[in-house]
């Protein structure tokens, strides 16, 4: 603290602002760079660990996504899943309610049409059966979204960690489950009712997993149209953008909280349905296998726009199915994927700066804000 | 004389197209205590903030102790042993007094907080400051947190104290204590500077007074050779005429009725207290008032968005002639109720617009619930945006650009059109004028004027005397969120508006001055 | 009955021990505002760098050194963990990214990085099986040489590798740190309030590299500790299991206190594996037994927001970005 020794400040070259906005075009020149430029950095890594032509490689993967039919629709499957999932999730980020539990409401949402799937069986009518499934699973996702919502509007209870804790009571009570209804104890279920097939989603023209992509793609038309032509979908933006406004026109803040998670849970709940009836027939502590998370960011890099969605599940999805089908082929672990998908995401959402910010040079002399 | 604590020389400070403070020269001694007078925007604050390093001049000099010193950050400021107490309080709520002082100081030796308290109860004892250092900010009352700012800064040895309105937030007791805290520091041989536009806290407290206004230096006194009076016409300066056409109220109907309106904030500060006036139909009601001196939160109780303690508003409807009491309504329920309120905040951008929603979207925000059916209806909304484009000549690439991208000015024209557009009964802007040019400001001054010769009931809160003289019908004066005269527009003057505004109705100990 | 209870402890500790790193290892980065939910996955890398140091030293050597073996895994398993961390205060405080995405991004990366290399590194020097490192296993499960001798005593409290202690260690050091001195006190300040930190003259950008890149290293060690001592340098895929999310549970539990951690995590730790030393639980009654850390975390987090103390409130920044210009 001597007053002789003042030191001259040490100014940065540059500093950062804030854009002022950029026309999409460029936006999404700087996005499209960026998935390249992760494109070329997964090369590289595969490259590294498989010596081969990269080229090649990104032809297996390639095959390993769209090479046989059977490949197709199995794609098609886990896209229509991610896709679910991630409109979900959707509605309640971008009202900035961070539900990290979608993992947990999609399991829950399964736990319960595999309640009845496995209790009541073949003794009601399929057609019965299936719907109370559906109402069961739409209900259970509600319940575990509703939860957290609830004390967020009460209390402000901090929602990215209660959904977060909310995913292993789902996980406990599905393991309880299976430990109930296995008496051998061997903790895997098989499959429910393969006899009768009785809860089981019917195949639609041959194709076992057409209703799941069916329904998906009209609800991605449905939550298209909820964001951005309803009126709740407007509330939610503008809860979201600023509470102060929502006040000002008169929203009742907490109850859009509450309404936005009842809809994020139940489209979480009939993931699980789409899972357990029409996809898995079984039920495991892995039915959601990480794609709750994943929903996430596939949400955030389309920036919340059902129909970008469409592209990011795919390219993730792509990645997964790809890096698994060179991981076979060349007798690694099938986790690449996920050091792929990770790197990809990385890279997005790293670009994103490079369109919110600009960096100047600083001009010395010049300052202030 | 002795060479001065500071000396500014010619400091000049412009934002964008606005200059902050134009050639001011000012001097500040040691042991003495110098007011820095003027209104809202005169540049006191953002003069003081270039001593203490947040701005940075674009033209002048600044002298320490005679020599020249370049402050470019608030460490620098430090290091020349000069702290500024800042109107917002810059500390950490959980930390205690003591931690609060220590925080990013780079002392010698091992850190122990006992020491420091001791420091604390030190500084304290020799000044006289009443504080525990270990209690928690959160725990403490708005002067108790002040003073941790202003040991805060002695702890880091400042011998120059700038106080930026200290005594905005402080009862007149605390006030009082305050400047007998101040007296003894002088007597220490610091220098003070204190901003503030209470004139009798000038005369009370200073030992000279430095005049600015609209960022130009108009003078210094002696504070023992000067009254009230001639420091408010240094203030506020003669009148200028504006020429905006104001016809004469017709046909006025009692329109909003306020009653003993009282409110306390979050932080326990009573922030309106006994609020009556009579908002009429076919008027502008000017509310003028030093900043903070209750305009938001009156505005907000109106609309529904600040709960208030006591006290009635109560609407007449101009369809049904009836009586409608707003009492503790919420925005939603005062519009079903048939209330035709519109309202322009102040914060544009965080409360009556969003910024990432393009114009279209910006003018459903208050219409989008209108119709049945679960979805909106986006075309009354985009014709309404296209007229208010056209209309008020908004500048903008077209009605699909996110409203953050627009300027200031054209901004306010769209929250200020789509108000108008709800062809209200009452009409509440805050600083509709704030941040615009001249030619925006007038467009929106024609637009008030036009909706009062409808009969809307408008509510101008503002900032320029010039402009409430000029444009308002009758003036209502806050100060410290009491009402202090409902004045004739075409009658009053500056000062007598200027005496009104710094009068502190808390303690009354002005009147006696 | 002793014996049972005395042997529950110990089990409860060695489950603890990786949950106390990582939760001390967060609390030390969510104190400067980062909310890392990348910690999962960097507790992953922590044990598979840790792994493949000690891989590449054991296997190239007839006789390993045992404390070759401890250096070269633990800086490895620091290395990996902090290069993770960085990836995330680069991404978080420099390009300015939204911390969840970013964090759950860095999990599934690091969780793939760690199954990949576990699932692969055998295949990459042509051998089979699984991994298995018996040398450094062994030099971290060496105990304190006395602790046999104590009895039930020694070998309830005193029977650990050096890493258990190590953990305790720094969740102390790290209480004094936050609590004791300038640097913890400016850190503090930065997660509460970034802009009253900044105006004080506090370097944020560089509070909040160090502390993530160190919490990160520490959570690291977590993950170390259970491929080491509790595997015995074994590596399983998926063998981690939820451990991570768990420690940040922790962090809530422990109300952001390292010294609440230790305790905490040896509750949570008993609380992981009390199911097996109930008598007479079926095994789908210890699946309920289980949710049980999950359960009270989710009612801590509601008692805490309900009461709104302000000593027990996350920092008040937390998940936030600063921008010094959006004052």
């Known amino acids: 603290m001597n007053s002789n020794s003042v030191k001259k400040t040490h100014e940065p070259l540059f500093h950062i602002a804030k854009r002022n906005g950029m026309v999409w075009w460029k936006a999404w020149l700087i996005r499209g760079i960026s998935v390249i430029i992760s494109l070329l950095v997964c090369a590289v890594i595969i490259v590294s660990l498989t010596h081969q032509n990269p080229l090649e490689v990104y032809g297996a993967m390639i095959k390993g996504s769209f090479g046989t039919s059977r490949k197709f629709w199995a794609m098609l499957q886990n896209l229509a899943i991610l896709l679910c999932i ?284 | 004389m002795s060479t001065p604590a500071i000396e500014l020389k010619n400091i000049t400070k412009t934002f964008g197209s606005i200059t902050a403070n134009k050639n001011v020269c000012l001097t500040v001694n040691s042991g003495e205590i110098l007011s820095l007078l003027g209104e809202n925007g005169s540049g006191k604050t953002t003069l003081m903030n270039m001593i203490s390093g947040i701005y940075f001049p674009d033209a002048g000099q600044i002298f320490i102790d005679g020599k020249e010193a370049v402050i470019r950050s608030p460490k620098d400021a430090f290091d020349y042993k000069i702290g500024m107490i800042h109107q917002h309080f810059k500390l950490v709520d959980i930390f205690t007094a003591a931690e609060n002082v220590v925080l990013g100081l780079k002392e010698d030796g091992k850190y122990n907080i006992k020491e420091v308290e001791k420091k604390v109860a030190e500084i304290s004892s020799r000044y006289g400051f009443e504080i525990s250092p270990s209690k928690k900010i959160y725990e403490m009352s708005v002067s108790e947190k002040q003073t941790v700012e202003i040991i805060k800064v002695l702890y880091r040895g400042a011998n120059i104290l700038i106080l ?78 504006l020429d905006i056409n104001r016809s004469e109220p017709e046909n006025c109907v009692d329109r909003l009725k306020v009653e003993s309106l009282n ?165 509440m802007t805050a600083y509709a004028v704030r941040g615009l040019d001249i030619n925006s400001s007038y467009l929106i001054y024609n637009l008030l004027n036009s909706q009062k010769e409808k009969g809307v009931a408008v509510i101008f809160v503002g900032e320029d005397l010039d402009v409430l003289i000029d444009l308002c019908d009758k003036i209502m004066v806050l100060s410290s969120g009491a009402v202090t005269g409902i004045v004739d527009a075409k009658t009053t003057t500056k000062e007598e508006l200027g005496r009104l505004m710094t009068k502190n109705s808390k303690g009354g100990a002005d009147s006696e001055q | 009955m002793l014996f049972t209870i005395a042997q529950f402890i110990k089990a409860a500790i060695i489950q603890g021990i990786p949950l106390l790193f990582g939760s001390t290892g967060e609390i030390i980065t969510e104190k400067s505002g980062n909310l890392n939910l990348g910690i999962p996955g960097i507790m992953y890398v922590g044990g598979i760098s840790g792994i493949i140091g000690g891989y590449l030293y054991e296997h190239g050597n007839e006789n390993p050194v045992p404390i070759l073996c401890i250096l070269i895994s633990l800086a490895c398993s620091l290395f990996g963990s902090a290069l993770m961390s960085l990836i995330y205060a680069f991404l978080t405080q420099t390009l300015k990214a939204n911390q969840n995405v970013t964090g759950l991004a860095l999990t599934t990366f690091g969780i793939g990085l760690g199954n990949f290399f576990g699932g692969s590194l055998l295949k990459f020097f042509n051998e089979s099986g699984s991994i298995s490192l018996i040398n450094t296993g062994l030099a971290y499960k060496k105990t304190l040489p006395f602790a046999a001798k104590l009895g039930l005593f020694g070998d309830t409290f005193l029977s650990f590798g050096f890493l258990a202690y190590l953990a305790v260690i720094i969740a102390i050091i790290a209480s004094l740190f936050l609590n004791r001195t300038r640097t913890g006190l400016n850190l503090r300040a930065i997660g509460e309030n970034p802009a009253t930190a900044d105006a004080a003259g506090i370097n944020i950008t560089r509070y909040k590299y160090i502390s993530t890149l160190v919490g990160g290293m520490i959570a690291g060690l977590g993950g170390l500790y259970f491929v080491m001592d509790y595997t015995a340098g074994a590596w399983t895929n998926n063998g981690f299991g939820d451990r991570g999310w768990l420690a940040i549970a922790i962090v809530i539990f422990a109300l952001w206190k390292p010294k609440s951690a230790i305790w905490s995590s040896f509750i949570f730790g008993g609380l992981y594996i009390i199911c097996v030393y109930i008598p007479g639980l079926s095994s789908a009654a210890k699946e309920i037994i289980k949710m049980l850390p999950y359960l009270v975390t989710i009612l801590v987090l509601i008692f805490i927001s309900a009461k709104k103390k302000k000593e027990h409130q996350p920092p008040a920044s937390l998940g936030l970005s600063y921008f010094r210009e959006d004052r």
């Open chain 1, 86 to 369: 991630s409109l979900a999730v959707t509605p309640a980020f971008k009202m900035k309610f961070w539900n990290l539990g979608a993992e947990g409401q999609v399991l829950f949402g399964g736990l319960c049409s595999m309640v009845l799937m496995f209790m009541v069986g073949d003794r009601i009518p399929n057609i019965l059966l299936i719907l109370a499934m559906l109402v069961a699973s739409i209900l259970g996702g509600i319940i575990w979204g509703l939860l957290p919502a609830l004390f967020k509007a009460k209390w402000g209870t901090n929602e990215s960690l209660f959904t977060l804790m909310m995913n292993y009571i789902a996980i406990q009570l599905v393991s309880f489950a299976i430990m109930v209804w296995v008496p051998s104890g061997s903790s895997v279920m098989g499959l429910v009712n393969s006899n009768t097939r009785a809860g089981w989603l019917p195949d639609l023209f041959g194709q076992k997993y057409l209703i799941n992509i069916l329904i998906v793609a009209v609800l991605t038309v449905v939550m298209f149209v909820y964001l951005r032509y309803s009126k709740h979908g407007y509330e939610l933006s503008v809860v979201g953008e600023s509470e102060n406004t929502a006040r000002y026109i008169g929203i009742d803040v907490k109850k859009v909280i509450i309404r936005t998670m009842i809809l994020s849970g139940a489209i979480c709940g009939l993931s699980g349905f789409l899972l357990v009836a029409g996809t898995n027939h079984t039920i495991s502590k892995e039915l959601a296998g990480g794609n709750g998370f994943t929903a996430i960011m596939v949400s955030w890099l389309a920036k919340f726009n059902p129909v970008m969605m469409v592209l990011t599940s795919l390219i993730v999805v792509f990645l997964q199915r790809g890096a698994g089908e060179i991981a076979t082929k060349f007798n690694l672990n099938t986790s690449l994927a996920d050091i792929l998908t990770g790197i990809i995401i990385f890279f997005i959402i790293g670009c994103e700066f490079f369109i919110n910010y600009k960096i100047m040079r600083t001009n010395s002399g010049k300052e202030g804000k």
């Open chain 2, 164 to 241: 930026d309105e200290p005594t905005a937030v402080l009862t007149p007791q605390e006030t009082q204590k305050l400047f007998a805290v101040l007296r003894k520091m002088k007597e220490d041989g610091k220098a003070i500077v204190i901003i503030t536009h209470k004139l009798h806290e000038v005369l009370d407290i200073s030992d000279r007074v430095s005049v600015l206004r609209k960022g130009e230096y108009i003078g210094t006194l002696n504070t023992a050779e000067t009254n009230e009076a001639e420091l408010t016409e240094m203030m506020v300066g003669k009148k200028i005429s």
């Open chain 2, 263 to 427: 409110c306390i904030d979050s932080d326990g500060v009573k922030v309106l207290s006994d609020i009556s006036f009579t908002a009429r139909g076919g008027e502008i009601l000017g509310v003028a008032g030093i900043a903070g001196s209750g305009q938001k939160e009156l505005l907000e109780a109106i609309a529904g968005l600040q709960k208030y303690d006591s006290g009635s508003i109560i609407y007449s409807d101009p369809k049904s002639g009836k009586d409608v009491n707003l009492k503790n309504k919420s925005p939603y329920q005062i519009k079903e109720l048939g209330v035709r309120l519109s309202f322009v905040p102040e914060d544009r951008l965080g409360m009556g617009l969003v910024g990432n929603m393009d114009i279209t979207d910006n003018m459903m925000l208050r219409s989008y619930r209108k119709g049945r059916g679960a979805f909106l209806k986006r075309n009354a909304p985009r014709e309404l945006a296209k007229t208010i484009v056209k209309d008020l000549e908004v500048v903008t690439p077209s009605i699909n650009t996110p409203i953050r991208r627009l300027s200031g000015g054209n901004v306010q024209k769209v929250l200020v059109g789509r108000e108008i557009s709800l062809s209200p009964s009452v009409l």
